[in-house]
Antibody
Framework: QVRLQESGPGLVKPSQTLSLTCIVS??????????WSWIRQPAGKGLEWIGR???????NYNPSLRSRVTISVDTSKNQFSLNLTSTTAADTAVYYC???????????WGQGILVTVSS | SYELTQPLSVSVALGQTATITCGGY??????VHWYQQQPGQAPVLVIY???NRPSGIPERFSGSNSRNTATLTISRAQAGDEADYYC?????????FGGGTKLTVL
């Protein structure tokens, strides 16, 4: 059973960098079969795709966030990470990590982690 | 950028059929996936590639996709189907979600 678990600070000060890690179990990122993604959801709003990474390190980002986002992977630890710079209150959301399968369907999701940007 | 349009809300009587649409330019040429999200939980894939159900998803859930509209159909709606539903496609190298539809079962 594939499991993803987000971890990181629940509170970030405005203008600082939001950093999250997703630990994967039940699958190996290095298998090279899937994309590994970050998605967020502000309270009461819809899903917003942030970006994804392949085991090779190749990335794709949401154009609206591209200038502030970096997704990286550590295959030795079987985890991948999200960095979002220059945060504002608008970045307050539940952040999900996920595995993207064939046809880009998202088959597995983490439970989500609430990150609040506030001073 | 590619946009997907969903109705904000849909209501259905218990035991009847609910239809949720997802509009997008030439969406019929894309693979459409649908997710169900219960309050406080992560989304769950209920339909992939237009009309395929993952294991464990009831046959009551079905999908179609043609021209500029994809549709999620929930037959014999149950109270447990009340949730938010999102469509999703890929446009080039970008994943796009619809704005979501709240399904109310009356």
């Amino acid at each position: 059973q594939v499991r993803l678990q987000e971890s990181g600070p629940g509170l970030v000060k405005p203008s600082q960098t939001l950093s999250l890690t997703c630990i994967v179990s039940g699958d190996y990122i290095s298998s090279g079969s899937y994309f590994w993604s970050w998605i967020r959801q502000p309270a009461g709003k819809g899903l917003e795709w942030i970006g994804r990474i392949f085991s090779s390190g190749s990335t794709n980002y949401n154009p609206s966030l591209r200038s502030r986002v970096t997704i990286s992977v550590d295959t030795s630890k079987n985890q991948f990470s999200l960095n979002l710079t220059s945060t504002t209150a608008a970045d307050t959301a539940v952040y999900y990590c996920a595995r993207e399968g064939s046809s880009s369907r998202i088959e597995y999701w983490g439970q989500g982690i609430l990150v609040t940007v506030s001073s | 950028s590619y946009e997907l349009t969903q109705p904000l809300s849909v209501s259905v009587a218990l035991g009847q059929t609910a239809t949720i649409t997802c509009g997008g330019y030439n969406i019929g040429t894309k693979n459409v996936h649908w997710y169900q999200q219960q309050p406080g939980q992560a989304p769950v894939l209920v339909i992939y590639r237009d009309n395929n159900r993952p294991s464990g998803i009831p046959e009551r859930f079905s999908g179609s996709n043609s021209r500029n509209t994809a549709t999620l159909t929930i037959s014999r709606a149950q109270a447990g189907d009340e949730a938010d539903y999102y469509c999703q496609v890929t446009d080039g190298f970008t994943v796009v979600f619809g704005g979501g539809t709240k399904l109310t079962v009356l």
